[in-house]
């Protein structure tokens, strides 16, 4: 219960925040909104199931190259893109869990690596379709309408940043619904020993693929997000620096522990912000924390904490 009010506490004191802070402030928290998605997207297939991915920039530049291009062909709304970035980010996703039925630690890291780079020559060199490295402008989401009643317009950084902090949550809830569901504790099972976990009966198949897809599914969202909110989306906003950053969050949390990579998101976001005029060097730090953390402290901060608490 302590736990609930916390988050609900949380998240009203993110939802009033806007009224105190600048726009600068506002756009920094909206970024760290993102990165939450994407770190705890990311625990779900490899702090939970065990499957290792550097894949995390390339189903976030899916995600937002879908919202980008529906609203060049089609001219649809965010409220189509949304479930469209999550799906197509999602097949995505499903395509890449196939060999993850085959392979298992770095030789999977080293497939997903190739996923990313995969999709970042296409969203950079393919210029018919994806604009290239120009990339591709978007207009504002538009009015919200209820019966043909317009609620609000989404031009402002606050509505932005209100429609982000709300999928943020949503996509929490459905995050943790899924590690406390069986098919949760299925994806713990496989990444303890899956050979036990086929023995006693788990389709271990099912349990990695659907890992794979929810993962790539909350980084589709976030990608449609981040594409509306920037209005536009260009291929440097997805690269492999994106993926490695969203690992460093999750290894310096606490893997496996949901509050940990939320946690890490949030620290390694915010921390360029306070570095100033070294901020310019935030991936070597970034990195000398994910090599301190690893020798140090593997199961990351939260699971250090958690251990030494059930002693």
Known sequence: MRVYLLALLAFAVLAVAPFGIGGYETNVLMMVLFFVILAVGLDLVTGYCGQFSFATGAFYGIGAYTAAIMTRDFGTSIWVHLPAGAIVAGLFGLLLGIPALRLKGHFLAIVTIAFQTIVYLVISQWTSFTGGQVGLPMPNAGPVTVFGVTLFEFGSLRS??????????????VAWRLVNSRLGREWVAIRDDETLASAVGLDTTRGKLTAFVAYAALAGVAGVLTAHSLRGVTPDDYTIWISATVVAMMVVGGRGTFIGPILGAVFLAILPELLGKFAEYKMLIYGVLLVLVVTLMPEGVVGRLRARSAR
């Open 160 to 173: 932005y940043y209100w429609l982000t902090l709300a999928m943020t949550a949503l996509t929490m809830l």
